[in-house]
């Protein structure tokens, strides 16, 4: 059974959309979807660049210290902390800058889930909250990526 015959099937018997493709019904609007990311992408950007400048202020208060967590965010900053979840998001959102039509719906769905992970993280891990709680803080990270993270989740889901 050819791929398209399955989906089909799979859609008529079980009612499930498989496949990647937009729901029955609801063209996907590729047009719309560009500006909507395109805007939430330079949000992202201002945001992630705005936590970049905070850190770069932070870093000889945190290679002060003894605690080796903040040391190496001073080293490698916010790639210190995130790990992977930042080089994840940011090879995502490559992809559908390479992607057209039905193509960008199932790396939209990729890079929104990234991109969710990644504003759970920042929300919720307790050395981007040492970091926000410094007192001379203007830029803090985990509200400020969070929002940005959200709406840009928000303009990936198709």
């Known amino acids: 059974m050819a791929a398209d015959a399955k989906a089909d099937w799979v859609l008529r018997v079980l009612g499930v959309q498989v496949g990647g ?3 029955v ?3 996907f609007d590729e047009a719309a979807f ?3 990311f395109r805007a939430a992408l330079q949000a ?3 945001a992630s ?3 970049d400048a905070q850190i770069n202020e932070l870093r000889a208060v945190l290679l002060a210290t003894d605690d080796k967590d903040l040391k190496r965010i001073a080293e490698f900053g916010l790639n210190g902390m995130t790990g992977t979840r930042k080089v994840g998001l940011l090879t995502a959102l490559r992809e559908i800058g390479g992607a057209s039509g039905p193509a960008l719906i199932p790396l939209a769905r990729k890079a929104a889930q990234a991109a969710e992970e990644f ?3 920042v929300q919720s891990d307790p050395r981007v909250r040492a970091c926000d709680a410094y ?3 203007v830029t803090p990270i985990g509200p400020t990526l969070g929002r940005a993270l959200g ?3 928000q303009a990936l889901t198709i």
């Open 44 to 46: 992202w950007s201002g």
């Open 49 to 51: 660049e705005a936590v």
């Open 151 to 153: 709406a840009l989740a």
């Open 119 to 121: 504003r759970g993280f």
């Open 21 to 23: 493709a937009a729901p």
């Open 135 to 137: 007192p001379k803080i």
């Open 34 to 36: 560009r500006r909507n």
């Open 25 to 27: 019904g609801k063209p």
